[in-house]
């Protein structure tokens, strides 16, 4: 039951809910989800197109080492000056998160290198979760994101995604679909709105 | 208030109107592209509209699920009747925790309750950090929009308004840089911030847990920096099962914007670790909704705004000539349930062409609600004596033949022979932004007797007086 709240709050959860008892229409089905949902012949090429559209860019390699080297060619991970990576062999971290506890710390960050759980092909979202990341403001405070993708996990849509998750614990998890983004002077698409302006997927395998 | 007075004051600019219209229409074009992408779209809607009316027909039961799971995972849910007491609830909060300065992300919810002037005038900063918001909060206006708050501005506006506000140089109009100097004014907010708001997309009874839905990942950063994340949410944002938001997760983004999903959807339970987390549930006229069996598909709604805009009145009027925070079709239905003193004419600014509905991703009858209004509301007496009295006369006339045929000759006659100035006035609504069509000669009737009366059988009298009626009732009970 909810934490003892003061009294007169207490009253307004009981008139809410017996309002909304003595007003509730009659009752109808949940629908079952069973339906052939859309899915794709090639889940990563699926995915890299709707990336590449909603501002993102796509990097396919073979294995953690390949990554590491196209990482080097990239001009905002050259001009970092504080690094984070959270995923082994792939990049080179020099801000040593252990020493952090204040997310407000991050805020100098350049760029971070962080995994992704697992992707969506037709929406190009990757999940992430605070599960081995305290501080779950690096994946939005950073200047510029790079997120580690295994290839063979992409799922066509967003009901196999949601298959895949389970929510049993205090925990924080995101979808996240490319750079931050606004379009909310005149309609005019820019990238890097206040998370990152930049996001690099690196699909290995 | 009249949504017609207001929206005159917004046409009267005849080319921003337009360019208002084109750039609604543009977003309308993007879902419709996004829309077709998908082959299931329709078992979308579908099984969306079906799990939100299941939810509704649920609603108690699956509000004490959510609460229950929600504390499991150690949240502090507070519950709301109105919008005093919501606002109450927050700022008891924020003081508990001695907070000065509160980052919010967008919430329409708050904008109903009339959060930000209330928290200001206790002595707490409040900062937008959406970047529409954070434009019109500068502003000091209300959003016209639900998904895009600041689409009625110009870059120029924008630009002077940051010229002003955020020392940005003087002249500049360039989105890029105007977005890039509010990155640094928010992102200053967002570090010295002692607390974070947000709204909520959808609340699942399962789990406990909420989703909210951004571009900009404001949210994210104005509640993952300081310990204190406050989320408010209506009762109807519940869903049942987290795998719903599979559904509504897929239409959300596609109808609001054109995109396939937003950047971030952060899903979030429980508070972060040494933070606190409190759920503030507000009712706010909503079980009242539920009451009514005609209005309470409203409640489906998961504020897209595609209503809005493929809206053609809305588009050509603007978000503030509804005066509501929730403006177009949909908030001409919601408004009036609160108020309908007030918002009687909202049901009225619609054209009922039913594009609303057919855009609706959960399958709302929208235009079907706006035409019951419409009845609801004469016959519980709002509309104006002006409507009334000229209805109760339109009504004599139609129903009585001699009456109406000597109207139509006196109008034709006047409608040639009376100076532009007699006909076009202040007492002629219908002429006031159309020309009338030339008046004919001779009236239905005497063209159809000329035609027809006399080769008909004798002894059967033609009745064309009874079908012109019948006709015309039509166009003119649209008065
Ligand atoms: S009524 Fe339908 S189209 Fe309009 S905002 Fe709500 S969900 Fe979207």
Redesign the pocket.
Same mark, same amino acid.
């Given at each position: 039951m909810a934490e003892p709240q003061p009294p007169e709050h207490r009253r307004s959860r009981e008139e809410i809910l017996s309002a909304i008892r003595s007003h509730q229409p009659p009752g109808t089905e949940l629908p079952t989800l069973e339906h052939q949902w859309i899915t794709y012949v090639d889940r990563p090429a699926q995915f890299a197109k709707v990336l590449t559209e909603i501002g993102g860019q796509w990097v396919r390699v073979p294995d953690a080492a390949a990554a590491h080297s196209a990482l080097g060619e990239i001009p905002a991970y050259r001009e970092a000056k504080q690094i984070i990576s959270r995923v082994l062999g792939i990049g080179n971290s020099n801000v040593d998160l252990t020493n952090i506890s204040d997310p407000h710390a991050l805020e100098p960050i350049d760029f971070a290198v962080l995994s992704g759980e697992f992707g969506v092909a037709e929406n190009a979202a990757i999940w992430v979760t605070d599960r081995n990341l305290p501080l779950r403001a690096l994946y939005f405070i950073v200047q510029h994101l790079a997120l580690v993708l295994p290839a063979g996990e992409i799922v066509d849509n967003m009901h196999q995604a949601y298959e895949r998750l389970k929510f049993n614990r205090a925990e924080f998890g995101a979808f996240i679909a490319g750079p931050s983004k606004t379009a909310d002077i005149e309609q005019s698409l820019v990238i890097g709105a206040h998370g990152s302006r930049s996001l690099t997927v690196f699909c290995v395998g | 208030m009249n949504h017609a007075t207001l929206a005159a004051e917004f046409v009267r600019n005849r080319p921003r109107a337009h360019w208002h219209d084109t750039a609604l229409w543009f977003v309308r074009a993007k879902r419709d592209k996004a829309v077709h992408s998908l082959p299931e779209w329709e078992t979308l809607r579908e099984t969306a509209s079906a799990i939100k009316l299941h939810t509704i027909s649920h609603l108690a039961e699956y509000l004490e699920q959510f609460e229950r799971q929600a504390t499991a995972l150690g949240a502090t849910v507070h519950w709301a009747c109105d919008a005093a007491e919501h606002n109450q609830i927050v700022l008891d909060i924020l003081r508990q925790h001695g907070v000065k300065k509160l980052v919010k992300s967008k919430s329409m919810l708050t904008e109903e309750c009339h959060l930000n002037p209330y928290l200001e005038r206790h002595g707490i900063e409040v900062t937008d950090t959406d970047l529409g918001e954070r434009i019109v909060q500068l502003d000091r206006k209300p959003p016209s929009h639900?998904v895009m708050p600041a689409i009625h501005m110009k870059k120029e506006e924008i630009g002077e308004l940051f010229h002003k506000h955020l020392q940005s140089a003087a002249g500049a109009t360039d989105p890029q840089y105007l977005a890039e100097v509010a990155r640094q004014h928010l992102r200053h907010k967002f570090m010295e911030a002692d607390a974070g708001l947000t709204g909520v997309n959808f609340a699942v009874a399962e789990t406990g847990g909420f989703v909210v839905c951004t571009n900009e990942g404001n949210a994210d950063l104005g509640v993952s920096l300081p310990k204190l994340h406050i989320a408010c949410m209506g009762i109807e944002k519940l869903i049942p099962r987290a795998k719903d938001l599979g559904v509504f997760l897929r239409l959300l983004a596609r109808? @609001?914007t054109g995109q396939p999903i937003t950047a971030y959807s952060s899903h979030f339970h429980g508070p972060r670790l040494g933070g606190e987390l409190h759920i503030v549930i507000v009712d706010n006229g909503r079980s009242q909704l539920l009451a009514s069996g005609e209005f309470r598909g409203?409640l489906? *709604?998961?504020? =897209?705004? @595609? =209503?809005?805009n493929?809206c053609p009145v809305y588009r050509r009027s603007g978000g503030h000539s509804y005066e509501n925070t #929730?403006p177009?079709?949909?908030g001409s239905?919601l408004a009036p349930a609160r108020d309908p003193q007030h918002y009687y004419s909202l049901p009225y600014a619609c054209s009922l062409c039913g594009s *609303?509905t057919d #855009? =609706?991703? #959960?399958?709302?009858d929208?235009h079907h609600q706006l035409l019951t209004w419409r009845r609801e509301l004469a016959v519980h007496g709002h509309l104006p004596w002006t409507k009334r009295f000229s209805m109760k006369l339109a009504s004599i006339v139609l129903r009585t033949t001699w009456l109406y045929g000597l109207m139509g000759n006196m109008g034709r006659w006047a409608l040639r022979n009376f100076p532009r100035w007699l006909v076009y006035n202040r007492l002629n609504a219908w002429g006031r932004q159309r020309e009338l069509p030339p008046a004919p000669r001779r009236s239905f009737r005497q063209l159809y007797q000329e035609h027809y009366g006399r080769t008909t059988t004798a002894g059967t009298s033609p009745q064309p007086g009874g079908n012109s009626v019948g006709d015309s009732q039509s166009s003119t009970s649209r008065h």
């Open positions: - | 639900i109808s @609001a409203s489906k *709604c998961i504020r =897209c705004g @595609a =209503c809005m493929t #929730v177009g079709p949909i239905i *609303c #855009v =609706c991703p #959960v399958k709302i929208i």
